[in-house]
T-cell receptor, first 109, second 118 residues
Framework: EDKVVQSPLSLVVHEGDTVTLNCSYE??????LLWYKQEKKAPTFLFML????IEKKSGRLSSILDKKELFSILNITATQTGDSAVYLC?????????FGAGTTVTVRA | NAGVTQTPKFQVLKTGQSMTLQCAQD?????MYWYRQDPGMGLRLIYY???????DKGEVPNGYNVSRLNKREFSLRLESAAPSQTSVYFC?????????????????FGQGTRLTVV
């Protein structure tokens, strides 16, 4: 059975801090890994990673994949209160998309 | 720009009642999914459909049935609702993974259905 494990489950930081979120996986027929942000409604897409070692960046967010060690990290630098959300990691296999439990990030002013 | 349309947005059912959640996408995607989301548990896959005419069980299929009516539509049916099925349900669609690495093939989500079974 495919497994996607995120850590930590939750964290609280102050504005300006840097946050690192982890996602490890054990799946059959890995295709790609995705990160989503969810704020009390449908998840919104952040990144898709298919190759090891290639960092993807969007503003203060960045992510990288290690296909040998089967994990990915999502970094958020200079956090703002608007970054407060649940961050979801998901893995595509041949036919389906499986999600982890998510990491709840709370950024305090 | 409809994307994924999911209905209804809210529903309250009595235990034992049945209902169907509807989902339609206009992006010509092959793959469609139904998830449920409970507090602290992320998105758990109920059923998925890799292409028109095929459906497969996900992690938590018990108590649900699905129909891939055509390429656009994928419905989720609760035959006899139970309080344990109180949840937020999301439908999603994507290109079939591996179809192309030249463009993103992320999943697009409907706005969700908040279902309460009393």
């Amino acid at each position: 059975e495919d497994k996607v494990v995120q850590s930590p489950l939750s964290l609280v930081v102050h504005e300006g801090d840097t946050v690192t979120l982890n996602c490890s996986y054990e799946v059959t027929n890995f295709r790609s890994l995705l990160w989503y942000k969810q704020e009390k409604k449908a998840p919104t897409f952040l990144f898709m990673l298919t190759s090891s070692g290639i960092e993807k960046k969007s503003g203060r967010l960045s992510s990288i994949l290690d296909k040998k060690e089967l994990f990915s990290i999502l970094n958020i630098t200079a956090t703002q209160t608007g970054d407060s959300a649940v961050y979801l990691c998901a893995v595509y296999t041949n036919y389906k998309l499986s999600f982890g439990a998510g990491t709840t990030v709370t950024v305090r002013a | 720009n409809a994307g994924v349309t999911q209905t209804p947005k809210f529903q309250v059912l009595k235990t034992g009642q049945s209902m169907t959640l509807q989902c339609a996408q206009d992006m010509n995607h092959n793959s469609m999914y139904w998830y449920r989301q409970d507090p602290g548990m992320g998105l758990r896959l109920i059923y998925y459909s890799a292409s028109e005419g095929t459906t497969d069980k996900g992690e938590v299929p018990n108590g649900y049935n699905v129909s891939r009516l055509n390429k656009r539509e994928f419905s989720l049916r609760l035959e006899s609702a139970a309080p344990s099925q109180t949840s937020v349900y999301f439908c999603a669609s994507s290109e079939k993974p591996g179809t192309s690495f030249l463009r993103n093939t992320e999943a697009f989500f409907g706005q969700g259905t908040r279902l309460t079974v009393v």
